[in-house]
Nanobody, 116 residues
C-alpha cells in the first residue's frame, strides 16, 4: 500500500493551498482517512479526518480554515487549506484516521511552508 501526498508549496500568510493524497490498494473502501502534519522539532499531529461516508472531524486549531474531502472512485483525499498561518508550516501526510489503525508506512509527505 502506498500513500502519495502532493500539492504543498510556499505560500504567504492568509493564502490557500490544496493538498491531494492518492492511496493504492483497498485502503479507502471502508476506512476513515486523515491528514496529519509534522513541524520541525515537533511530533506529528492530527489535522483532519473524513469517514467513509463523508463525516469530517477537525481539531480546533484548523476548524473553519481547513476542509477535508474524499473521492472514493479515485482513491484520493483532499485538504483545502485557507487563511494559512505560519504555524501551519510542516510536512503534511495522509494515512488512516487515528482511530482506524494508521499504516506503519507514512510515505514522503508534502512540505507546506507559510511565510512572508
Amino acid at each position: 500500500v502506498q500513500l502519495l501526498a502532493s500539492g504543498g508549496g510556499l505560500v504567504q500568510p492568509g493564502g490557500s493551498l490544496r493538498l491531494s493524497c492518492v492511496a493504492s490498494g483497498s485502503i479507502f473502501s471502508a476506512n476513515s482517512m486523515a491528514w496529519y502534519r509534522q513541524a520541525p522539532g515537533k511530533q506529528r499531529e492530527f489535522v483532519a479526518a473524513v469517514g467513509s461516508r463523508g463525516t469530517t472531524n477537525y481539531p480546533n486549531s484548523v476548524k473553519g480554515r481547513f476542509t477535508i474531502s474524499r473521492d472514493n472512485t479515485k482513491n484520493t483525499i483532499y485538504l483545502q487549506m485557507n487563511s494559512l498561518k505560519p504555524e501551519d508550516t510542516g510536512v503534511y501526510y495522509c494515512n488512516r484516521a487515528p482511530w482506524d489503525n494508521p499504516l506503519p508506512s507514512w510515505g514522503q509527505g508534502t512540505q507546506v511552508t507559510v511565510s512572508s
